[in-house]
């Protein structure tokens, strides 16, 4: 029986210095020569997906954008995609009556960009967009009439929790929304994609795509509850939030010990068989 191997990266595949360790990529790059069919589903775009996973032979299609894309990791070609409607404009303009200036991902005239008004940038935006210095898809703007052009695929608010929260509570039933505090800054995000974006689902759709019988996660957030509630095994790393602790198969140990890695080392078993 083929399974999928699933995995979240920040806060489970990767260390806490957001990078795959050497021995991850040693031990997952070997039992995917063995023949594991090995993915991570991320909410990190494929550009900075790949810089963290640099050195990791995942061969098959890749989860990106919480589920927005799925990309083939050999040619970049993006295999299955989710894009908002034109009621999204409503949306983008609601957070900005609130004061809430959004970093927007959009593909405009084919090409991935991430725009945003730089002169409105809340301090937890401007420290992302930082940590993101020499990134192509940087597209700053003078004014927000940018903040509509292209196709837009995901919206990402960094903004004090008591202003995001009552947009959270007003979309979370019209959009998938993820709400959480980020693992690196503990700044407030608040993430809207449209409503059939998820992990979950582009699991289901690349268990489908790869002819898998059965799927094996990992997680540590909020946003992996979705997937865990869809795989047949589900393992929460030892730093996971305990809300995801609840609904797995078992704990395993942390991300900073490799726990996954460690985790696949003893129990895969070869889809050959």
Request: glycine share 4%; charged share 25%; with cysteine.
């Amino acid at each position: 029986m083929k399974t999928l191997y699933v995995s979240d990266l920040d806060g489970t595949l990767l260390r806490n210095d957001q990078r795959t360790s050497d021995y991850t990529n040693k031990i997952i790059n070997k039992l995917v020569k063995e023949g594991m069919l090995f993915s991570y589903a991320t909410a990190r775009s494929y550009v900075t997906a790949q810089k963290v996973t640099e050195g990791l032979n995942a061969e098959i299609p890749l989860i990106v954008y919480n589920g927005a894309f799925i990309i083939n990791n050999k040619t970049g070609r993006i295999i299955i995609s989710n894009f908002f409607d034109s009621q999204i404009y409503a949306v983008i303009k609601d957070l900005i009556n609130n004061n809430i200036y959004p970093m927007v991902y959009s593909f405009i005239d084919g090409i991935e960009k991430m725009s945003f008004v730089k002169n409105k940038c809340s301090k937890g935006m401007k420290e992302h967009i930082k940590s993101r210095k020499g990134d192509k898809r940087a597209n700053p703007l003078e004014n927000q009439d940018g903040l509509y052009n292209g196709d837009i695929f995901y919206i990402t608010c960094i903004d004090d929790r008591k202003k995001l929260e009552p947009l959270y509570e007003k979309y979370r039933n019209s959009y998938h929304c993820v709400f959480q505090e980020d693992i690196y800054t503990n700044e407030q995000w608040l993430e809207i994609m449209p409503l059939n974006t998820s992990k979950a689902n582009a699991v289901k759709e690349l268990k489908k795509y790869l002819n898998c019988k059965k799927s094996v996660v990992f997680g540590d957030g909020i946003n992996d509850i979705d997937m865990f509630e869809i795989s047949d095994e589900c393992y929460a790393v030892k730093n996971a939030a305990d809300e995801l602790k609840k609904i797995a198969t078992q704990i395993i140990d942390s991300n900073n010990n490799d726990g996954v890695a460690k985790w696949l080392e003893n129990n895969f078993t070869s889809n050959k068989k």
